[in-house]
């Protein structure tokens, strides 16, 4: 059931059609009234369990999860995502905020609660002489991109083109130009944020300074975010694509990879997969299925100079395929469409550490052979450059002196097909002891004491006072939660 507030011939049969879905309890009666109002006041509109988009708006990328909301609303603006925060807090639910429904442990949905779907909140405004961009939480980053694209600018983010600006945003952001243009929250001149108590807030380095800095990391921990304020960066074509090695050769070419990834100039950001070998075009009928190393770049710069830096990168061995040329930046997003396709059962642990080295290679080549298949991969980030020159207290986001970021992921949960999981899960324990932190935007339900290896001690102090100050009872703690601690 869905209504506006321009719709103002709302009939009794409307009604009666919404009451049916109300059981007749004097509570249930209240709160369908409550309901009803909410409804009536909002721009945007309200999807209940058996209407007929229901079903796919409780959806989220994560198909490992099946949850039914009692209520989702889906917002058009600031004013009702305020509506919809006291509605939640007068009827005692559970608050899901989904942007692009891309967490990894499916944090914009619950069972029972409300869902605020900020996913029709897309208004973007450019200045491309200041260059600077208005976002609202529900664009993509491809829908970002695409639209930056035809002035020669873009704004570095995560590498999948489905994850929403809000959730990622908050987070970090570690994507194709980390190393050139840092994290995606070191580009936020402001962010416009709904508290829990309705409130509407501009953070920026000017207002609310203290929980701006938080809003940079912090994740959805403090309110709503509504709007972002962003810097662009002058980007046109990029030198992006792959390279893709025999696995038999996997720990050499791993061994050459990380040293010059790491020593490589800023213009260059790279990922290698240990991986099987898609069914395309470029890649030879015998090798598709096969474990595979694959280079994933984006040089940002002269594309001339460009093919010199990243030549040593195209002959780390027997290569199987090689698809790098010049490409429009949006172009990028098209190397992790699988990881973008929604429904997939998804199990994921990552780790940050300071350096990749021989031991640690030696580590994750022997036991990720035999693991490796169309369901479980293991990516590897060498990051540094930009992201590492802004200082570790800048922002709520810390590990800036971290090198790596390596992560595991496993899509073959199937009933039946623990075994399979258990591959994923024995790699990654055997890579744990290199842990050094880890991405807030990659962990999962790993237990609290996971969530304070995000942050350094001073930095989690931080955050837990601002969360004292704007959420004190927790309504947003469907997320990697910071505890209002009362001691």
């Not at 229901?54 to 198909?63: D, L, Q, S």
């Not at 209520?71 to 004013?79: F, K, L, N, Q, T």
Request: glycine letters at 10%; charged letters at 20%; hydrophobic letters at 40%.
């Amino acid at each position: 059931m869905s209504q506006h507030t321009q719709d103002t011939n709302l009939t009794d049969q409307n009604r009666e059609t919404f009451d049916e879905k109300i059981p007749t309890t004097k509570s249930q009666r209240q709160y369908g009234q409550a309901l009803w109002t909410l409804t009536l006041g909002l721009r945007g509109e309200v999807i209940l369990p058996g209407d007929p988009d229901f079903e796919a708006a409780r959806k989220v990328w994560n198909g490992s999860y099946d949850c039914y909301p009692a209520i989702i609303v889906r917002c058009a603006d600031a004013e009702d995502v305020r509506a919809a925060i006291a509605f939640a807090r007068e009827q005692d639910l559970a608050v899901s905020v989904r942007s692009g429904g891309h967490s990894m442990v499916a944090y914009g949905t619950n069972n029972g609660g409300i869902v605020i779907d900020l996913s029709a909140m897309k208004a973007i405004h450019v200045d491309p002489v200041q260059r600077i961009a208005r976002l609202e939480p529900g664009l993509t980053w491809g829908e970002v991109a695409n639209t930056l694209q035809p002035y020669g600018l873009a704004l570095t983010s995560g590498d999948t083109a489905t994850v929403g600006v809000g959730g990622l945003l908050l987070g970090g952001g570690i994507g194709w130009m980390v190393r050139k243009y840092g994290l995606t929250l070191d580009h936020l001149r402001a962010v416009e944020l709904v508290t829990a108590e309705g409130k509407f807030i501009r953070a920026s380095a000017d207002e609310h300074a203290e929980l701006f800095w938080g809003l940079r990391g912090g994740g959805g921990n403090f309110g709503v975010a509504t709007a972002f304020e962003v810097n662009l960066d002058p980007v046109g074509i990029v030198l992006g694509g792959a390279v893709f090695y025999d696995m038999t050769e996997a720990e050499g070419i791993l061994q050459e990879y990380a040293r010059y990834a790491a020593a490589a100039p800023d213009e260059l950001t790279t990922m290698a997969f240990l991986m099987a070998a898609p069914p395309a075009p470029f890649i030879p009928p015998s090798k598709q299925g096969a474990p595979v190393v694959v280079i994933f770049l984006c040089y940002t710069g002269d594309i001339a100079q460009g093919e010199q830096v990243v030549a040593p990168l195209r002959k780390l061995g027997t290569v199987i395929a090689d698809v790098i040329s010049p490409i429009p930046y949006p172009v990028m997003f098209t190397f992790t469409e699988e990881a973008a396709k929604p429904g997939l059962p998804q199990y994921i642990r990552s780790l940050f550490a300071h350096h990749l080295g021989e031991e640690a290679i030696r580590t994750l080549v022997t036991n990720a052979s035999g693991v490796i298949s169309p369901e479980t991969m293991v990516q590897i980030r060498i990051l540094g450059g930009a992201m590492s020159r802004v200082a570790v207290d800048a922002t709520a986001f810390a590990h800036r002196d971290k090198q790596v970021l390596l992560s595991v992921i496993d899509t073959g949960l199937r009933p039946g097909n623990n075994e399979h999981l258990n591959g994923a899960k024995q790699l990654w324990q055997a890579l744990s002891p290199y842990a050094e932190g880890v991405y807030v935007n990659f962990l999962m339900e790993e237990g609290e004491q996971r969530v304070h290896q995000a942050y350094p001690p001073a930095t989690y102090a931080r955050l837990i006072t601002l969360k004292k100050r704007y959420d004190p009872t927790n309504v947003f703690h469907l997320n990697q939660n910071i505890k209002p601690k009362t001691n």
